[in-house]
């Protein structure tokens, strides 16, 4: 069973993703990658809500659900996220996320690899109180994603990884490169989720793991 503190946002993801996918399939544009599941994404608006989160910078925008969540939880929040350029459907969930959310959101169009490096070369460093990594499933992406995160983070800053599934294929790399972060003390772990449901470890079977902690 999900956590309840998920359970009372779950009409909100499932009304806008709907809203959010059938926008994007209108367009005549294929989505070729899924996105966060419901529990995830309450998950997300619950930690918005809760600890007041005013910044986000997020790795993976592919059409915009966890923008949107971000987004919804809080008037106060603004979103920076990277994607690349190749994700056309990325710009046709922009269109919707800017129609909603006037001002408050920028997608940046580029390998994250380069893109997050430039952005801390242009606007320094703590910029953000909250951190979704969502993006490449290689290792070294991953890894790289998770480190320029943490830099453009302030001390203390939420940081929610996904797809610590190392079970399948695509999880092998964001599992590592999250391990090695909190061997590092480079992340303090709060929290592990298995499909919307509170865990001690990260161990299989499940569809969706992500795990929670704050940058140090």
């Keep these: 069973m999900e956590e309840t503190h ?8 499932r009304g806008f993703t709907k809203e959010l996918w059938d926008h ?3 367009s005549g544009t294929s989505i070729s990658e899924l996105s966060a599941s419901v529990p995830e994404l309450a998950h997300l608006m619950h930690l918005v809500d809760t600890f007041e989160v005013r ?4 790795v993976g925008f592919n059409i915009g659900f966890s923008s949107h969540a971000f987004l919804a939880a809080s008037d106060s929040v ?3 996220s990277f994607d690349l350029p190749e994700n056309k459907a ?8 800017d129609r909603r959310f006037p001002g408050r959101h920028r997608l940046i169009t580029e390998d ?6 430039k952005y801390v070369a242009e606007h320094g460093e703590a910029l ?7 993006g490449g499933h290689d290792y070294d992406v991953a890894k790289a994603d998770i480190e320029h995160c943490r830099v453009l983070c302030r001390p203390g800053s939420l940081i929610v990884v996904d797809d610590l599934t190392p079970w399948v294929p695509w999880g092998v790399g964001p599992t590592r490169a999250w391990t090695e972060a909190v061997e590092a003390g480079d992340i303090k772990p709060e929290e592990i989720y298995m499909d919307g449901v509170l865990a001690d470890r990260i161990e299989g079977p499940a569809d969706r793991v992500w795990a929670q902690g704050r940058v140090k």
């Excluded at 998920?6 to 993801?13: A, K």
């Design 55 to 58: 910044s986000v910078v997020e």
């Design 24 to 26: 994007v399939l209108d």
């Design 78 to 80: 603004e979103v920076v």
């Design 112 to 117: 994250s690899r380069t893109a997050l490096p």
């Design 128 to 134: 953000f109180d909250f951190a979704f990594v969502d």
């Design 6 to 13: 998920l359970v009372r946002w779950f009409d909100t993801v």
């Design 90 to 97: 990325a710009l046709i969930g922009k269109e919707f996320i």
